[in-house]
Structures are given as structure tokens and as C-alpha cells.
């Protein structure tokens, strides 16, 4: 979706390290030649905390404030399966346990609350850790497949920071682009 002109598509996002993301795409790079999906680039893989929307650029700064203020500790997730979603057409890493997404919940929570507290339109979809791996999966193709497939041995990624997004259409999809990062603490009190 293409934002309204003078606005920017913000999201806020947790980020693997490259090697992370290079050894996500390189597990899911058969499965995602078997349903014939489209790759998602490898550098654009995050997990989603709080999508944002549509923002005017002279609210960046508000935006990055709020940001600036908020407190949260180090994130764990555990992706453990690949679950294809047949609504939005993508082959996602999930991470199941909630106990080790905890604090990457309450960070998603914090900072979802302190935008809408400020008049930003974050979406209200609840947090669920994961990572689109690719889009455009064909349907037929993916009913070959029992869902979720357990991604064996699971991929662990620990955060130490948490970053705002950019999104913008591009000839080729989407591409992403860290505007802003935080850096989140062993107890959450930086």
C-alpha cells in the first residue's frame, strides 16, 4: 500500500543481526521453492511490534521521542515452526512460547499505548512474534504442506535494541529502512 503523499509508512520493529536473517532465509529457501512464493529480501526481515501507518514527516520527531522514552529489557524470541497464513498469502518463523516472547510483548504493548496516547494510529492487532519469510505463496501449492512445520533445531535471536521503520513501495516490493534505533537493557531501566 502506497502512503498518502508527504507522509511516511512507520512501523516500529525488532531486527536480526544479517546472519540471522541470512540462516532464516537459507532454512526456509526449499519450502518457500516448493509453494513457488516470493522471497522476502533477507535484509528486510523483522518482527513487527507496532505498525504505525501513515505519519507526516513533521511528526517524526514526536514519534522518535516517544521512542526515546520508553524502557524495556533485552527480547528473546525462540522461532520454532513455519506457518504459512492463507489470508495474507505469506510463509511465516513463528516463535510459540510465550514465556521467552514476554518481554518483546511488553515492549510491543509500550510502545503501541505511548502512540496512541500521542494520536498516532497504531494498529490494534495483539503482538505475535514473527517473521515473513516470503508472499505471494499459492494456495494449491501450500496444501501440500501440514502446517506449522517445526523449524528444527529453532533459530534463538536475543534483541538489544529496537528500531522505527520505514516502508516504501518499490519496483519490486516493498523495501525497508531503519529510520531510528533504541537500545534495550538487561532490566529495562536505561
Known sequence: MQSPPGTLRLFFALM???AQQAELAERAAPLVTL???QTVPTEN???TLAFIGAVVAEKLTQLRDIAAGIRAPYATLC???LEHWEKPQVLCATASDASVSAA???LAERLASA???AGFS???KPFRAHLTLARKVLRASAGQCEWPRMLTPPLVVHFDRFVLMQSRRG???SIYSVVNSWPLDEDGSR
Open 79 to 81: 522461532f520454532d515452526a
Open 16 to 18: 536480526p543481526n544479517s
Open 171 to 173: 519496483d519490486s516490493g
Open 122 to 124: 497504531s494498529d490494534s
Open 45 to 47: 526481515l523483522h518482527v
Open 104 to 106: 518483546a510483548s511488553v
Open 115 to 117: 502512540s496512541a496516547a
Open 35 to 37: 509453494l513457488q512464493a
